[in-house]
């Protein structure tokens, strides 16, 4: 397939290169797409991404990627999965068996378990949690600081940033607090198996997968036996409303895993370095700490960078022939910059208002359904940091994540700067 406009990017140019990604978003490109070509054929060797095709468009203006999130019913998740691209050594039924996810599903099945999986992310349910979160956020920041190095430096993503996500999903689903090294863990090798530092293969990261299902198929089994007054009880034994099935909470806590810790713990990453490479911006903050600042922060690091779609039928959309079957990649880095909807996108601005960003998803079935809670985890993390180390200072480059559609921080080195009593 060729595209009738080739926009002036090098041969080869994919947008979902985990080379590429590991070294930065690629902003400037998406600009030029914005620009030249917003619906663009982007052509791959067949099976790079573990997909037996040739590329996919790649969506890159705001209204574009709400446009395609809002109409699943030309748009889906569930024929080639919501992951844009995969291992080229992963295999069909591998890929297939992620349809059980409820990321990957389309309406009506998607309807269903959103209606049932929703009970446990209601304003009230989230409410609930702030109290012992702002404890942990709290007690998160004064470990950093006790276990810093002689010199004062440590890496914010192990010590700080990793350490609220992986809370707050216990809290929520009730894993006792010696079992949630466990879930880091293997949420960590289903995310990073793109990056050779981690020495993590395809199967590895099944294996993992595989972990958490087991673990969380027995804690519903355990909740069906004995019901208690906890957000598992209400998904899995609850009467006469539907509930799920043990195998769909299993998979419903990877979806937790990977969407609410890995996403939750690179806006954090990205949110702290934001502020010490904008030191006005962190100044603000600790002195105002104005509500709008974790949407920004959101925007700015867009710790999801793409996602898919594939086309359910043949459609002209972006002034493109889009084919049934063929593959739509929504880059929401791209959207988020767009400067149709934000005024100077450029800059980092914790006081942005309104701030109708899409890194929560592009709106429709499959908008994120616990931004509430990530927006409560950033509030706290960073009220903590901002009244227990207001000095913190950056003292390295962030070392990224090598993955295709994730913007990871791996590692960023900090240092601890004046203390307050």
């Known amino acids: 397939m060729t595209c009738p406009h080739l926009p002036p990017l090098p041969p080869g140019f994919d947008f979902t290169d985990p080379d590429l990604l590991q070294a930065r978003v690629p902003l400037p490109e998406f600009a030029e797409m914005r620009r030249t070509a917003p619906v663009w054929w982007c052509a791959q060797p067949r099976g790079i991404s573990g997909f037996d095709d040739e590329g996919y468009w790649a969506v890159t203006r705001h209204a574009d990627v709400k446009y395609v999130s809002t109409h699943p019913e030309l748009f889906s998740s569930n024929t080639n999965t919501a992951i844009i691209r995969f291992n080229e050594r992963i295999s069909r039924d591998q890929i297939d068996a992620q349809k059980l996810i409820m990321l990957n599903m389309d309406p009506p099945e998607h309807t269903r378990v959103r209606q049932i999986v929703q009970r446990g992310f209601t304003p009230r349910a989230i409410r609930s949690l702030e109290n012992a979160l702002r404890d ?14 002689d010199d004062g430096s440590f ?18 689903i009730g894993v006792p607090q010696e079992d949630r090294v466990k879930i880091f863990d293997w949420s960590n090798k289903m995310a990073a198996y793109d ?32 019901p208690a007054k906890d957000i598992v009880s209400q998904l899995v034994a609850a009467e006469d409303e539907g509930n799920l099935a043990s195998d ?51 925007r700015w690091a867009t710790p999801i960078v793409s996602f898919q779609r594939t086309a359910t039928q043949d459609l002209e959309f972006g002034g493109q022939k889009i084919k049934a079957g063929d593959r739509v990649g929504l880059f929401y880095s791209s959207a988020n910059n767009d400067p149709d909807v934000f005024d100077h996108p450029e800059r980092f601005d914790i006081t942005r208002d309104p701030n109708p960003h899409l890194g929560f998803g592009g709106g429709g079935p499959h ?37 295709a559609w994730l ?3 791996k590692e960023l080195q900090v240092s601890l700067g004046p203390r307050t009593s």
Not at 199 to 204: D, L, M, P, R
Not at 209 to 226: D, F, G, H, P, T
Request: aromatic fraction near 8%.
């Open 248 to 298: 769909e909470f299993g998979f419903f806590v990877i979806l937790l895993a990977v969407a609410g810790n890995e996403t939750t713990r690179n806006a954090i990453s990205h949110g702290m370095h934001a502020f010490l490479t904008h030191p006005e911006q962190w100044e603000l903050y600790k002195r105002e700490r104005p509500r709008t600042t974790a949407e920004e922060i959101v």
């Open 155 to 172: 890496d914010f993503v192990t010590n700080i940033a990793v350490e609220l996500p992986l809370q707050a999903i216990a809290e929520l």
């Open 195 to 226: 990056d050779p530092e981690y020495a993590i293969t395809e199967e590895v990261g099944t294996e993992a997968a595989m972990e958490i299902v087991s673990y969380a198929m027995n804690l519903a089994a355990a909740r069906k036996e004995c």
């Open 407 to 409: 913007n990871g921080i």
């Open 367 to 403: 908008f994120c359904l616990g931004k509430s809670l990530a927006v409560l985890e950033i509030d706290l993390i960073f009220n903590a940091i901002a009244d227990g180390l207001p000095g913190l200072r950056l003292t390295g480059d962030p070392r990224r994540l090598r993955t």
């Open 136 to 149: 942990r956020a709290r007690s998160i920041v004064r470990t950093a600081t006790e276990n810093a190095g």
